[in-house]
T-cell receptor
Framework: QKEVEQDPGPLSVPEGAIVSLNCTYS??????FMWYRQYSRKGPELLMY????GNKEDGRFTAQVDKSSKYISLFIRDSQPSDSATYLC??????????????FGKGTKLSVIP | DVKVTQSSRYLVKRTGEKVFLECVQD?????MFWYRQDPGLGLRLIYF???????EKGDIPEGYSVSREKKERFSLILESASTNQTSMYLC????????????FGQGTRLTVV
């Protein structure tokens, strides 16, 4: 079983839709969870960052972490064509082996159709 | 503003050439990373460095080496480029402390012919 599983899509939605992107993971030591957005032929940019369980909201974006289920989500409200990109989840433990580096999902490609 | 700069956006090299990819960060980060990104395989860690002159192998170090002589600069070296090293290469950096996020450069698209 891979450490982080993410549906690659592609996911295509109409403009204005609510988008739900998800990752599951197997390593219970993961404590920090991030979402990156990557436009075509560009580097990933940090979108959301959460610690442990709970929700975090930033404008149209909400990140959720459910550590009991080892499941994280990113919700995009009122989706726009400019949200079309690949979304990568990433996570790391608090300390110990592997704490220097992020473990990434493979990314979900999202297209928002005008 | 956070900045990680990779020296080239696009590179074309011949098989057997020695290739240098340079990365500079201006955030005084201790950690620096080199990844490659391929369709269907996602991001894979090649090497990382947690301090000057220190390096650790990632998941796919074969065929690569790195150099970190200064805190702000991390170089990836392809000793003898091969066609299977055609890929998008991404540099990233972060602070050393727990839970710190990584910031990425814009990527270098390397084609080996």
């Amino acid at each position: 079983q891979k450490e982080v599983e993410q549906d690659p899509g592609p996911l295509s939605v109409p403009e204005g839709a609510i988008v739900s992107l998800n990752c599951t993971y197997s390593n219970s030591a993961f404590q920090y969870f991030m979402w990156y957005r990557q436009y075509s032929r560009k580097g990933p940019e940090l979108l959301m960052y959460t610690y442990s369980s709970g929700n975090k909201e930033d404008g149209r974006f909400t990140a959720q972490v459910d550590k009991s289920s080892k499941y994280i989500s990113l919700f995009i409200r009122d989706s726009q064509p400019s949200d079309s990109a690949t979304y990568l989840c990433a996570m790391r433990p608090y300390s110990g082996a592997g704490s220097y580096q992020l473990t990434f999902g493979k990314g979900t490609k999202l297209s928002v159709i005008p | 503003d956070v900045k990680v700069t990779q020296s080239s956006r696009y590179l074309v090299k011949r098989t057997g050439e020695k290739v240098f990819l340079e990365c500079v960060q201006d955030m005084d980060h201790e950690n620096m990373f080199w990844y490659r990104q391929d369709p269907g395989l996602g991001l894979r860690l090649i090497y990382f460095s947690y301090d000057v002159k220190m390096k650790e192998k990632g998941d796919i170090p074969e065929g690569y080496s790195v150099s970190r002589e200064k805190k702000e600069r991390f170089s990836l070296i392809l000793e003898s480029a091969s066609t299977n090293q055609t890929s998008m290469y991404l540099c990233a950096s972060s602070f050393r402390g727990p839970g710190t996020e990584a910031f990425f450069g814009q990527g270098t698209r390397l084609t080996v012919v």
